[in-house]
């Protein structure tokens, strides 16, 4: 047979060379052997792969008839990944074509990271091919895995809801980075962010500081408060941003009860303290601390403070309670400052000065605080 001649003389090469050449024929007759071909292709593949690649590469620069588009689309359902390695920029610009005839090639990093500016037409093939859930998911997470942007709209109208979790999950991990096409992306699916963190049995600081870049704590707020209950509640030391967050959803809970005050005032009183609140993270305290005079409006820590004050007076805060939420001395002492210079809760501060007077609650530096001046 021709192609054992073939290959005793000139090896897998001379094998590959034959077929490239039956390629071009547009004899009918031709039709009639080529399951034989398609064998042909696939033992080629087997016996020496890289002569496999190189007749695809030569197929997809040639003009192909019947018979070679059908050789072709056999020795693509053959390829892997990584083979695609070996293409260069004029093969590269047919991926989609070759993606369409085998999708599993999708699932693999490797493909990614050589789409470059093609991932938008590439997910486009994607999305109108009738894959299962799993097989979206494996290629999601190839995407993810390549570290290689891609065109995020695209890759969310492909993916859907799981892509966007699978997104979420990335970014908060470190995997890839929240940029501007995320972070426009996620600001339209918010209710998905959402359903994120409530999928989340306890959500890490990470995937709260996520949360609060593309959430506001204005909208849907019971729903956040279970969620940063639920990631802050034992979390240890947090950054001001989740803290400022969350004490944002505290004061709209109204209750100096919400666990929320304990581990969120203190962060954000020092951050506010230190000027490291952010703008939109004093946005979401402003109308919880309101400005108290047109010449104090810049004291965001007095403002806070008065805030929380109200609120101690308000509820008839336990001396426990307030040393729980207010830790810091200098906090405690501007508290207990903005309870004086309100006639209206000035009684309920000599009650706490009362409590802490021959107390152990709380810190010895917490009730000198208090008591200063009294």
């Known amino acids: 047979m021709v192609f054992e001649r073939a290959n005793t003389e000139s090896g897998a090469s001379g094998r590959r060379e034959i077929l490239q050449d039956i390629c071009g024929y547009r004899d009918n007759d031709i039709d009639s052997i080529a399951a034989m071909l398609e064998g042909q292709t696939r033992r080629l593949f087997e016996d020496a792969r890289t002569e496999g690649v190189r007749l695809v590469i030569a197929l997809l620069s040639d003009e192909l008839t019947a018979i070679g588009e059908r050789m072709l689309r056999a020795a693509v359902l053959l390829l892997e990944a990584s083979d695609l390695e070996s293409f260069d920029d004029a093969q590269l610009r047919f991926l989609p074509t070759i993606v369409g005839a085998n999708?599993?090639?999708?699932?693999?990093?490797?493909?990614?990271?050589?789409?470059?500016?093609?991932s938008e037409e590439?997910?486009?093939q994607l999305e109108s091919?009738?894959?299962?859930?799993?097989?979206?998911?494996?290629?999601?997470?190839?995407?993810?895995?390549?570290?290689?942007?891609?065109?995020?709209?695209?890759?969310?109208?492909?993916?859907?809801?799981?892509?966007?979790?699978?997104?979420?999950?990335?970014?908060?991990?470190?995997?890839?980075?929240?940029?501007?096409?995320?972070?426009?992306?996620?600001?339209?699916?918010?209710?998905?962010?959402?359903?994120?963190?409530?999928?989340?049995?306890?959500?890490?600081?990470?995937?709260?500081?996520?949360?609060?870049?593309?959430l506001t704590p204005k909208v849907t707020r019971s729903r956040l408060v279970t969620v940063w209950k639920a990631g802050t509640v034992d979390a240890g030391p947090i950054a001001s941003r989740?803290?400022?967050?969350?004490?944002?959803?505290?004061?709209?809970?109204?209750?100096?009860?919400s666990p929320l005050f304990a581990?969120?005032?203190?962060?954000?009183?020092?951050?506010?303290?230190?000027?490291?609140?952010?703008?939109?993270?004093?946005?979401?305290?402003?109308?919880?601390?309101?400005?108290?005079?047109?010449?104090?409006?810049?004291?965001?820590?007095?403002?806070?403070?008065?805030?929380?004050?109200?609120?101690?007076?308000e509820e008839n805060a336990s001396?426990?309670?307030?040393?729980?939420?207010?830790?810091?001395?200098?906090?405690?002492?501007?508290?207990?400052?903005?309870l004086d210079d309100d006639r209206n809760t000035c009684s309920y501060l000599k009650t706490l000065r009362k409590s802490a007077e021959f107390s152990s609650i709380g810190s010895h530096e917490q009730r000198t605080a208090l008591l200063k001046g009294w």
């Open 103 to 118: 999708h599993h090639l999708a699932s693999s990093p490797v493909l990614w990271g050589l789409v470059g500016s093609r």
């Open 122 to 124: 590439l997910l486009g």
């Open 129 to 214: 091919m009738n894959l299962n859930d799993e097989e979206r998911s494996a290629i999601a997470d190839a995407i993810l895995s390549s570290g290689r942007d891609v065109a995020v709209e695209a890759f969310v109208r492909f993916g859907g809801k799981a892509a966007v979790f699978q997104g979420l999950s990335a970014i908060a991990s470190g995997q890839i980075h929240l940029s501007w096409p995320w972070r426009s992306v996620l600001g339209s699916q918010r209710d998905t962010v959402i359903e994120w963190l409530e999928s989340l049995s306890t959500p890490s600081l990470d995937d709260l500081e996520l949360g609060s870049r593309v």
């Open 242 to 257: 989740i803290a400022a967050f969350g004490l944002s959803l505290a004061f709209w809970e109204h209750s100096v009860n």
């Open 263 to 313: 581990v969120c005032f203190q962060p954000t009183y020092d951050a506010a303290g230190n000027s490291r609140l952010e703008y939109d993270e004093w946005e979401w305290m402003r109308e919880y601390a309101p400005s108290l005079s047109y010449w104090r409006d810049w004291d965001r820590c007095e403002r806070l403070a008065k805030a929380i004050a109200r609120l101690f007076a």
């Open 319 to 338: 001396l426990e309670t307030v040393f729980g939420i207010v830790h810091s001395p200098q906090a405690v002492k501007k508290v207990a400052d903005m």
